[in-house]
């Protein structure tokens, strides 16, 4: 979540970097501008928006197209993209506001903005993760109505959070007036990144402890599995280790992108060069351009929806093999 704070940092804060590399935090400016030299971070971090727009957006155009995807694992799939989605624009955004209209407000906006869009999309992968769990926890009930309930109500529950703590720098809670407040990724206040920064890693403790009981119920069914054939095959422990790698990649890739800047934004201080927010933010952006491929593209069900989007048919002799939430 903090992660969509610092994003405001980059564009919200019109971040410069002083030609000698001194210190130097990003920070807004009240007065005229002049016209500034392209950031080449800036620039990074508007193109890596484009890139998790467009991709995000193709998912968010597939599963409303196609009837068929509107199970609950599909509905969670679409929120992450639609926050994603949101998180992309709003970079490139703060890249048109950072060089084009530099003000104050619109530098607040931006940085709300930002903070719930990356927000929801951790929320939302948080939300994923609980669902994951309970299609195999509770495999005989998961497809209840009450599943569909629990599914919108986590959805509810974390937009509305995300939108709260968007409102939050809008609403004051920012350090325009008191420069001694700020944080590395201004204009939030230290107060504000370490509120985002500790929601982060709540988030992550919960889906590491998720994702460690999904390894053990995935291989007690596959060993019970094997039990009930009478022996045990080569087949399950390549199937078991599949299973756990995958999702070992899954939440290595989560605290590979946020980790970095999430600590970076707890134990930095707003007079360290703003090269170091920088290289700690872009690769938490590039989290959104993957999760797509995690969550989305790799679905057999989407793969089979995109034939239909692109080619305008289905060809019968391509197989595909549905996949349930709790496929790894």
């Given at each position: 979540m903090e992660a969509a704070a610092a994003l405001n940092e980059s564009g919200a804060a019109a971040p410069r970097l002083p030609a000698g590399g001194g210190n130097a935090s990003l920070e807004l400016s009240s007065r005229p501008p002049a016209p500034a030299a392209l950031n080449p971070w800036d620039v990074m971090l508007c193109v890596s928006g484009?890139?998790?727009?467009?991709?995000?957006?193709?998912?968010?155009?597939?599963?409303?197209?196609?009837?068929?995807?509107?199970?609950?694992?599909?509905?969670?799939?679409?929120?992450?993209?639609?926050?994603?989605?949101?998180?992309?624009?709003?970079?490139?955004?703060?890249?048109?506001?950072?060089?084009?209209?530099?003000?104050?407000?619109?530098?607040?906006?931006?940085?709300?903005f930002l903070v719930a869009s990356f927000a929801a999309s951790v929320?939302?992968?948080?939300?994923?993760?609980?669902?994951?769990?309970?299609?195999?926890?509770?495999?005989?009930?998961?497809?209840?109505?009450?599943?569909?309930?629990?599914?919108?109500t986590m959805l509810a529950g974390a937009w509305g959070v995300s939108l709260c703590l968007g409102l939050l720098p809008v609403l004051g809670w920012n350090c325009l007036h008191d420069r001694t407040a700020c944080s590395?990724?201004?204009?939030?206040?230290?107060?504000?990144?370490?509120?985002?920064?500790?929601?982060?890693?709540l988030?992550?403790?919960?889906?590491?402890?998720?994702?460690?009981?999904?390894?053990?119920?995935?291989?007690?069914?596959?060993?019970?599995?094997?039990?009930?054939?009478?022996?045990?095959?080569?087949?399950?422990?390549?199937?078991?280790?599949?299973?756990?790698?995958t999702l070992a990649i899954i939440l290595g890739t989560f605290g590979a992108s946020w980790l970095p800047f999430a600590i970076y934004c707890v134990v930095g201080d707003p007079d360290y060069p703003?090269?170091?927010?920088?290289?700690?933010?872009?690769?938490?952006?590039?989290?959104?351009?993957?999760?797509?491929?995690?969550?989305?593209?790799?679905?057999?069900?989407?793969?089979?929806?995109?034939?239909?989007?692109?080619c305008g048919c289905f060809q019968a002799k391509v197989s595909f093999r549905s996949r349930s939430p709790s496929d790894v």
């Open positions: 484009t890139a998790i727009a467009c991709e995000n957006a193709l998912v968010v155009a597939i599963i409303c197209y196609s009837p068929a995807l509107r199970t609950p694992m599909f509905v969670l799939v679409g929120s992450l993209a639609t926050a994603d989605l949101l998180a992309g624009l709003g970079l490139i955004l703060n890249f048109v506001f950072q060089y084009v209209i530099r003000s104050e407000t619109v530098s607040l906006l931006t940085v709300g929320s939302s992968l948080l939300a994923i993760t609980v669902d994951r769990y309970l299609s195999l926890y509770n495999a005989l009930t998961y497809y209840s109505e009450r599943t569909v309930l629990c599914i919108h590395v990724v201004r204009p939030l206040t230290k107060s504000n990144v370490t509120l985002l920064s500790a929601s982060f890693f988030i992550f403790l919960i889906m590491l402890h998720l994702y460690i009981e999904i390894c053990k119920i995935v291989c007690r069914h596959a060993h019970q599995i094997a039990l009930q054939q009478h022996f045990l095959t080569a087949s399950h422990y390549v199937t078991t280790k599949k299973g756990v790698s703003s090269v170091y927010t920088y290289a700690t933010l872009l690769p938490a952006t590039y989290n959104s351009m993957i999760n797509p491929i995690i969550y989305a593209y790799r679905n057999q069900e989407i793969q089979r929806s995109m034939w239909v989007l692109f």
